[in-house]
């Protein structure tokens, strides 16, 4: 396989990879994507721990989940990510702003900057979920997956320095951004979630964040 092979097949696994894990912070699990979940193999070992362990914890989860998970994964989205019927500050808020702002309130200086970087990208909201904010982990995942796909198509022109430009917008991101609130939000999606399928995804989130840095990192040495 040629290096631009290589690069096209690892832009496209991770597009789909944000793309999936931002269906799953998006809105609750249905039954399509439950059934497509329990069809999947995940990896058994990576290099990322925390990753090893989510996918571990996955995966136990859909071989032996209740008679009725859709029920029990709808009431704990809404009790984790919407805080629905517990106290303030027992809830991962799923935004940026949350998490990066002093009064730990919405629509703070983070919405800000990725509202303005979306619009560079002549990106709008998510029509599927208009009520939404920018800085919802859902949109930024979105997002990463839009840069990945955005790579894709220039690797297609063989333009090696534009391709090194897309890499570099996504690592920008990646560290301004994403890295800066994820690892507190998805402690907290550990702490307060009630089933092991959310517990899991808070870790494959925290740890696929750790090695896409790396791999991104290792991307643009090679290419300098």
């Known amino acids: 396989m040629d290096k631009k092979s290589e690069y096209l097949e690892l832009m496209k696994n991770r597009e789909n990879l944000y793309r999936f894990l931002g269906r799953l912070y998006r809105v609750e699990v ?46 704990d989205y809404t009790k984790v990510f919407l805080g629905a019927g517990i106290a303030e500050g027992s809830a991962a808020y799923p935004y940026e702003s949350v998490y990066t702002s002093k009064k730990r309130v919405i629509m703070q200086e983070a919405w800000e900057q990725v509202t303005l970087i979306y619009a560079a990208k002549g990106l709008s909201k998510d029509d599927e979920r208009p009520e939404l904010f920018e800085d919802h982990i ?9 840069l990945c796909h955005e790579a894709q198509c220039v690797l297609d022109t063989q333009n090696e320095s534009e391709f090194l430009s897309c890499l570099k917008q996504q690592m920008d991101f990646l560290s301004q951004h994403l890295l800066k609130w994820v690892p507190s939000f998805c402690a907290d999606v550990e702490k307060y979630a009630g089933t092991e399928f959310y517990k899991g995804i808070g870790k494959i989130t925290n740890g696929y964040l750790r090695l896409d840095s790396a791999m991104l990192k290792s991307s643009m040495d090679e290419l300098l």
Do not use: H
């Open 138 to 146: 859902s949109l930024e995942l979105q997002f990463m997956s839009f």
């Open 30 to 75: 249905d039954g399509p994507l439950l059934q497509q979940m329990k069809a999947m193999r995940f990896p058994v070992e990576c290099s990322e721990t925390e990753l090893s362990e989510g996918y571990l914890v996955l995966s136990e989860y859909l071989d032996n989940c209740s008679s009725d998970p859709l029920t029990d994964l709808a009431v």
